[in-house]
């Protein structure tokens, strides 16, 4: 059951204390601009991010 961590994401889905954040290397677009999928979020566009704390 353990899903894939895409480069962007600081911790795994659905972990306490984080959320979805737009993805800084392709903000929200999922593709690169030379139109290539964004690696650092799989192409998703958003990434797992954890909030507080640190
Ligand atoms: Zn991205």
Redesign the pocket.
Known sequence: MTEPLNP?DEVPPGTPGSGEDV?P??HG??KLADGKP?A??G???V?QEAIGGG
């Open positions: 962007g993805c290397a392709c677009s999922g964004c650092n979020c192409g998703s566009g990434i």
